[in-house]
């Protein structure tokens, strides 16, 4: 601690080499940190709007909490008295996920002013995973994560976790569980359009994929165990429902008829599919690289029927359920028997109480939103249709933005209220439950007291519902934030004070039993999966107009992709100077030295990309690593225009983002997943 009168400052990061799970890895982004905390481009100050939005150059002015609490709760009960309070709309973005007391108090103070439409990042990175889930288990938070100690062959499509760890399975070091795979005889292949990172030979062997092409992979592979005789009937009679409705699915897609389609030969096909089949515990997982296309939500199902179907759901070395200190899957259960409403737009549902995040711009222009609260967000940058979103904000009569940074949605603020990082307010890693090969709970205590003016989200809401006289966690000072992550605690036995008292603030849990799928995680009728939910049945002829689409699609067709980068998380971390490498200062367009052949480019050439629904300007580099045909470009960038941030305009990028749809029609109807990778573009030269 610091002397009286001296200020508290963080002097460097490191692993911590005795904690029982992590062992001292740590991501480098993490260990960089402190640049951000130490940001002098940082929001630190309550700050107030004093020129018109239709201003390129917006003007804040600094006040202080109290008046600039007192002001936002008097622009939302004006906005509601004059609106109702349907017209206040909230945006969450990808940091709360990390912030337990942040996301909790976000969700309160929503509901508290009885908010509606409600958006978030979810529908641009998992939604469809919580969809099928719900379709496929009766829980939206059930989701099988690879037995990684035991398995003998895993199958790892659209991830990449040397780049980006592993979404939806949260473990310390995955490529040194890949490594474990593959020095105990096992096999990993990964399913990808790029000869990935994590493809070596120590690690795995990748099979290059058409882009958006996943599901019919899938449909082909459990198509070839079927017909194999490959499957496990005793298992599938044991634990699933509808498996008939499932097999007639898969006729459609044999491998002959699909080969063609997905890029992978028929024989490969089989190889794998009887690979899987007859491993001695196989486990398959998938991320966003197919998340994200058209029919994320069928490629979730299929992925858990490759599981199930042969016997490997639920089974040591297979795909296992880890609640860890509490189990989640018992409160994902759908509130009603249909998701789906008529809405202004058609038909739409909610997932996890979202709407579809390419539909918000829409509800501005629609006047159905007439003031928003982002936190933690950038939707200018991180959604499709930034021009869109960009008039459309310009348009609403009231924005409040938390947040750590002044991106480029606060330009179109009204209020710019600073948020605490994760050294500066205690917290527990909520967001891991259910998802953890070794599960763990710990408890993280602020290093450093709040920074200049910053306060943490929690404080935040709750001073403004205490000056509108609603119920808040500032009236009662006994009241905890971290309150409803403590009950979950005490479930299994465990409190604050024995983290506190052990080794890296952590209690290691039971190793996950592959019986508790079934036994606790499973919530429907007679804990039985059901092989063809309502949402698939919904989705079928959709899926077949979308194959015929593929067959007829001319051969040189360009499709672009999502490429991770080591030096960035979407659209936060560009002002980091130790993460401007020299080959993350852009991001240029991937493409294969075919393609640059055929185009007649070369690498460094400046470019116009163009789709249906956008065009930008770009620089080209050669990327053997590529499937020829599919080009890669890294989204969340696009920092020109906002010269608060110093060094991220200085290296702005291209906002990729602008070649994606946006509006009705752009996202997956079944869980609201945006339509983000696979897109089809032209590339042209430059004048």
């Known amino acids: 601690m610091p002397s009286p009168g001296e200020t508290e400052k963080i002097i460097k990061l490191l692993p911590d080499n005795n904690h029982p799970i992590h062992k001292g890895f740590a991501c480098h982004k993490g260990l960089n940190f402190i640049e951000l905390h130490n940001d002098p481009d940082r929001l630190n100050y309550p700050q107030v709007r004093t020129n018109a939005k239709s201003s390129h150059d917006p003007i804040f002015e600094t006040v202080s909490w109290d008046t600039a609490v007192q002001s936002v709760a008097e622009r939302i009960n004006t906005l509601q008295q004059q609106h109702g309070s349907d017209a206040l709309g909230f945006y969450i973005g990808n940091p709360s996920a990390f912030n337990s007391t942040g996301r909790e108090a976000a969700r309160k103070f929503a509901t508290s002013l009885g908010a509606k439409y409600m958006f978030g990042s979810g529908t641009q990175d998992c939604s469809n995973k919580f969809a099928a889930s719900e379709g496929i288990f009766g829980t939206a938070n059930l989701h099988p994560i690879p037995d990684y100690k035991h398995t003998q062959y895993l199958l790892n499509i659209g991830s990449n976790p040397k780049i980006s760890h592993a979404s939806f399975v949260h473990m310390s070091d995955p490529m040194g569980a890949l490594r474990n795979i593959v020095s105990r005889g096992g096999k990993v292949v990964h399913i990808n359009p790029r000869n990935i990172e994590s493809a070596t030979k120590k690690t795995g062997s990748a099979v290059q994929i058409k882009p958006d092409t996943d599901v019919y992979l899938l449909a082909a592979l459990l198509h070839s165990i079927y017909r194999q005789g490959l499957h496990d009937q005793a298992w599938i009679a044991k634990h699933a429902h509808n498996v008939d409705e499932l097999w007639d699915f898969v006729q459609d897609y044999p491998a002959s008829r699909v080969a063609d389609v997905v890029g992978i030969s028929a024989h490969e096909i089989e190889t794998i599919a009887a690979e899987f089949a ?12 197919a998340n994200m296309g058209r029919q994320g939500t069928f490629a979730y199902w299929l992925v858990q029927m490759m599981s199930l179907v042969t016997g490997n759901l639920g089974r040591r070395g297979g795909n296992i359920y880890s609640p860890g200190y509490f189990v989640a899957a018992s409160v994902g259960k ?3 028997t249909d998701p789906f409403f008529e809405s202004e737009f058609g038909e739409m549902r909610r997932i996890a109480g979202s709407l579809p995040g390419n539909l918000l711009a829409d509800h501005i222009e629609a006047g159905l939103v007439k003031g928003l609260v982002c936190m933690s967000g950038n939707p200018v940058l991180s959604m499709a249709g930034e021009s869109r979103l960009k008039n459309a904000f310009a ?18 603020a009204d209020y710019l209220l600073p948020a605490t990082d994760w050294l500066e307010r205690p917290d527990i890693n909520s967001v891991s439950v259910g998802l953890q090969p070794e599960p763990y709970v710990q408890y993280a205590p602020a290093v450093v007291s709040p920074q200049f003016e910053r306060r943490p989200e929690w404080q935040i809401f709750a001073g403004i519902q205490q000056a509108l006289g609603l119920p808040n966690l500032l009236d009662d000072p006994t009241s905890d934030p971290m309150a409803r ?5 005490a479930s299994c036995g465990i409190n604050l004070e024995q ?3 052990s080794t890296s603030n952590t209690v290691c849990l039971e190793e996950p039993d592959p019986d508790q799928l079934f036994g606790i995680g499973v919530q429907l009728k007679d804990a039985r999966a059901d092989c063809m939910p309502a949402i698939i049945v919904k989705g079928r002829a959709t899926c077949t107009e979308i194959f015929q689409q593929l067959q007829d699609e001319d051969e040189h067709t360009y499709k672009l992709i999502t490429l991770r980068t080591n030096y960035m998380v979407n659209s936060w971390l ?4 130790a993460l401007k490498r020299k080959q993350a200062l852009d991001n240029p367009l991937h493409l294969h ?4 052949q055929r185009l007649e480019l070369s690498a460094g050439e400046e470019v116009e990309v163009s789709s249906a629904h956008g065009r930008i300007i770009a620089k080209v580099v050669e990327d053997n690593d590529l499937r020829p045909g599919v080009v890669a470009m890294t989204h969340g960038w696009g920092h020109a225009n906002n010269p608060r941030l110093s060094l991220a305009s200085n290296h702005p990028g291209t906002n990729v983002n602008t070649l994606l749809p946006s509006g009705t029609g752009s996202y997956d109807p079944l869980s ?14 430059t004048a």
């Open 278 to 289: 007859q491993a001695q515990g196989a486990s398959i997982h998938m991320s966003t690289g």
């Open 334 to 336: 759908p509130k009603q």
């Open 395 to 412: 348009k609403l009569e009231f924005m409040l933005v938390v947040d750590i940074y002044p991106n480029a949605t606060s330009l179109y």
């Open 485 to 489: 992550t403590i009950r979950q605690l």
């Open 499 to 501: 983290l506190t008292s």
């Open 574 to 577: 560009h002002n980091l100077p």
């Open 593 to 596: 030295p075919h393609d640059l």
């Open 672 to 685: 609201n997943m945006s339509f983000m990778t696979g897109i089809t573009v032209n590339i042209t030269a």
